[in-house]
């Protein structure tokens, strides 16, 4: 898992609420990610991030935000929007130099249950 | 359409056997290609990287296989053991066209190794 965190490792969420889930990274590279990975799919970009302060949406970003205020930390909330938020969450991170990014190091991975 | 297929969906061997699983690619232009092993309820490790000149290449008692030219690859485990029991995912990166070089996500391979 390198030097990524993500908390909690597991989440409960009721229909309505918006719930953030946390990625923290001491690798200090400059991108990150999140991804979405459900039963017999591949994984999926929701947003991603090359720079502090400066993030593009992936294939799947409705219904998710996130936020890139410090080069270690790039939270993602699931708003009340997404229609199904059940699912295992991954953040990744990579460097990213002269426009290229490299391998990409993940994180343990947040299920998240809306109940 | 950018895909990649890998086959089998799953496999159950008995330790110390040897297994192949198999990655089809449609992505183009292409970049590199990587195999990442994912036990449950973690993120995926990377176990090879693979650029379009490279034929084969190994990490251990895992051994990556390229054709380019029919858009196949392969990852090939020998003396399996019980901790080979993971998600195994092919990954194809795009070359860049322009911002982030996106990256396609088989779905995996779920390898059981029984003792």
């Known amino acids: 898992d390198g030097g990524i965190t993500q908390s909690p490792k597991y989440l409960f969420r009721k229909e309505g609420q918006n719930v953030t889930l946390s990625c923290e990274q001491n690798?200090?590279?400059?991108?990150m990610y999140w991804y979405r990975q459900d039963p017999g799919q591949g994984l999926r970009l929701i947003y991603y991030s090359q720079i502090v302060n400066d993030f593009q949406k992936g294939d799947i970003a409705e219904g998710y935000s996130v936020s890139r205020e410090k080069k270690e930390s790039f939270p993602l909330t699931v708003t009340s929007a997404q229609k199904n938020p059940t699912a295992f969450y991954l953040c990744?991170?990579?460097?990213?130099?002269?426009?290229?990014?490299?391998?990409?190091?993940f994180g343990p991975g947040t299920r998240l249950t809306v109940l | 359409k950018n895909q990649v297929e890998q086959s089998p969906q799953s496999l159950i061997i008995l330790e110390g056997k040897n297994c192949t699983l198999q990655c089809n690619y449609t992505v183009s232009p292409f970049s590199n290609l990587r195999w990442y092993k994912q036990d449950t309820g973690r993120g995926p490790v990377s176990l090879t990287i693979?650029?379009?000149?490279?034929n084969t290449k190994s990490n251990g008692r895992y051994t990556a296989t390229l054709d380019a030219d029919t858009k196949q690859s392969s990852l090939h485990i020998t003396a399996s053991q019980l901790s080979d029991s993971a998600s195994y995912i092919c990954v194809v990166r795009k070359a860049k066209t322009g911002g982030y070089n996106k990256l396609i996500f088989g779905a995996g391979t779920r390898l059981a190794v029984h003792p």
């Open positions: 990744a991170s990579s460097t990213f130099y002269r426009g290229v990014t490299d391998t990409q190091y």
């Open positions: 693979m650029t379009f000149s490279e």
């Open positions: 690798l200090n590279h400059d991108a």
